[in-house]
């Protein structure tokens, strides 16, 4: 059940500079986990130590910011759209 | 027993003599610049030698809000001086908030139209205040950050180049003039010449390289020392991870003594121990740059840390910057009670 996930330009140093990867799971933990098997090294720029999302992390599902949703534990389906966008556009 | 430095007491007597309000004016664009210095005490004591300060340049004072109001108004004056900028056409540029606001105001104090691009995620505050100045924010594509606004920025200009002046504060020399004009002299002058340490967050590099550029032509002693994100994804808005981004034209990483990386996280926990200690409300960007000031200063026998904090922190009230903040808060608390030995309900 792949599904959709968009990289933002700082990440994709993981994906090979690929902007949209696909990955398994049914729920936002489960996607990113398998996110990390594909491209390791991701997960520790998304998560903190106690496996939450880093504050400046906003990762949004169908464009709904999954801090509003049920955060990590966010049910996802095959089709789901899933983001990765930095809190800032940096710059100034 | 604790002695008072030469360059301490040079410091004190003219620190409190420099600052000199300005009576009236006639634009705000007048108002721009002589903003104060504020040394950090309390957050800092204890953690230093007794011949180390750190000082603080609020830029929040600036009358668009933030240190971007300088080299607006520098790359503006200068802009209008060549003949580049004339009626009928339209102030274009890409930036991240700071610069846009200080644009904006600048544009509208002048009778110019601006529009502004920028990534969809600024905040929700900054595309409001552009708003609020009769300038027109166009958005670019939140995932592509700042590069992104940038590459659609020259789209277009591409497409209708006549109709624009582009300050392009990332490779205009008046961005660090302006600062090599006002930012540097001023610290010069607040700190009587005592200033060991310049350290400034990167952005475009404009604040660093102008006034560290300065500073240098004063004391060729004086070290400047840039801050930037630990990591090219960040959250410390306003600041740019050089290795990772389109390095900034007016960027001369040679003149730097040193760069800092600073995590978020640090910088966001330093934004909320400035206003717990401090009671000042800064923007992440200054609590970035106060991580690195304390620091260098923590290395330091002796000296006067110089720093920049561009911004206060309203207009981010609605930012990750506050996620996790009353976990912080709680936490802090409690080490705070166990340091002064006070039972926990005697607090509530």
Redesign the interface.
Known sequence: MPIKVRVPTPLRRFTAGVDEVVADGDSIKRVLEDLERRHPGIRERLLDDSGELRRFVNVYLNGEDIRFLNQLESKVKDGDDISIVPAIAGGR | MATISQSSRRLRADANAEIVPTPRAQSVIELIGNTPLLEITRLTEGLLRPGVRIFAKLEGFNPGGSV?DRPARKMIEIGLARGELRPGKVILD??????GIALAMVGAALGYPVELV??A??SRERKKVIEAFGAKPIYSD?????????RLCRKLIEADPGRYFKPD??NNEANPLAHFETTGPEIWRQTGGAVTHFVAGI??SGTVMGAGRFLKSRNPGVKVIAVEPD???????????MA??IVPGIYREAELDDKIPVS??DA?EMVYALGQFEGLLVG?SSGAAMVAALKIARSLREGAVVTVF?DFGDKYLS???W??WQEWRREHLQRLIRKWNVSASATT
């Open positions: 971007k890409s930036t991240s908030g700071n610069t920028m990534a995620n600024v939140p995932l592509e950050g700042s590069d992104g606004a940038i504060q990332y952005g475009t990591d090219p994804m960040h959250g410390l808005e306003g600041l740019k991870h990772s981004s978020t996280e966001y992440q561009c930012t990750n910057l996620i996790g």
